[in-house]
């Protein structure tokens, strides 16, 4: 069965839709374990290049596997090209207030806060990775935030890690100018905040996972980042799936998914 099946087929209910913020798309779907916890947690960040078009319900399926393996996930919703405010720097907003958002749910669902992992699919893969470099952008800067939640790691599956490479690649039809309202001798400087490629060395853990065959997102991005990750002295890995393509990496029932489970185990 081919991985697109996750895109178009109703995914289990959530145990709950919690707003993180007071805008239409800032609220997260967070699913629980059984047993008493506390739960480790994995923020999950669907893809779909940014765009309002595509949103998280069909991350649901990955969600509901992981939370059966004992992890409770808080996939999150978030403002995107197409919507008010979304873009630069709302959709980057978003992601961190969501992740931070975090703490407020953490003493009623018993989530334990020690043990927090991002993983993002495809622009879901760039939001992690930035969330896991977040942190090394200084007072003044745009996206700067006071102590950011911390993350055990972060696992982008196909990410977009690399966005003035991503830009130069046209990827998405051209999106990366879209999304960050220019290009990157336009705005070099939302390139510097913005990219993970830019923020290396994150100073987290990363498994990057990307199909060998993927014509959506290169594997060599993920490639070369990991590459410049480790030549920078960052604790990162990189694990191609050979002969998979863009989907397998978010579908619960592909051969490939067991070596996602891994990754996040891994960081745990």
């Given at each position: ?62 969600c509901a596997d992981l939370t059966q393996r004992g992890f409770a996930t808080w996939s999150l919703e978030y403002r995107r090209v197409g ?34 992992v991002a993983l993002g699919h495809s622009a879901g893969g760039h939001l992690v990775a930035w969330l896991g470099g977040r942190h090394k ?132």
């Amino acid at each position: 069965m081919s991985s697109m099946w996750v895109l178009d087929t109703p995914a289990p209910d959530a145990d709950a839709r919690i707003a993180y913020g007071e805008q239409p798309h800032q609220f997260g779907d967070l699913r629980l374990p059984d047993g008493p916890g506390p739960h480790p947690v994995v923020v999950v960040v669907h893809g779909g290049f940014w765009r309002a078009k595509y949103g998280l319900e069909h991350a649901g399926h990955l969600c509901a596997d992981l939370t059966q393996r004992g992890f409770a996930t808080w996939s999150l919703e978030y403002r995107r090209v197409g919507h008010e405010g979304g873009g630069w720097p709302g959709t980057l907003e978003d992601v961190a207030r969501g992740t931070d958002f975090l703490r407020t749910l953490a003493p009623s669902h018993a989530l334990d806060l020690s043990r927090v992992v991002a993983l993002g699919h495809s622009a879901g893969g760039h939001l992690v990775a930035w969330l896991g470099g977040r942190h090394k952008l200084r007072p003044g800067e745009a996206l700067h935030q006071e102590a950011p939640l911390p993350l055990r790691g972060v696992v982008p599956l196909a990410g977009v890690v690399d966005l003035a490479r991503a830009f130069g690649h046209r990827l998405g039809d051209g999106i990366v100018e879209t999304f960050v309202g220019g290009t990157p001798s336009l705005v070099p400087e939302r390139y510097r905040t913005a990219s993970p490629a830019a923020l290396q060395p994150l100073g987290v853990p990363q498994v990057l996972v990307h199909g060998t065959e993927d014509d959506t997102v290169p594997v060599s991005m993920s490639e070369d980042f990991c590459a410049r990750g480790r030549a920078l002295g960052d604790d990162v890995r990189c694990v191609t799936l050979p002969g998979a393509g863009h989907f397998e990496v978010i579908d619960p029932r592909s051969r490939e998914w067991p070596h996602v489970v891994a990754a996040v185990q891994s960081l745990m």
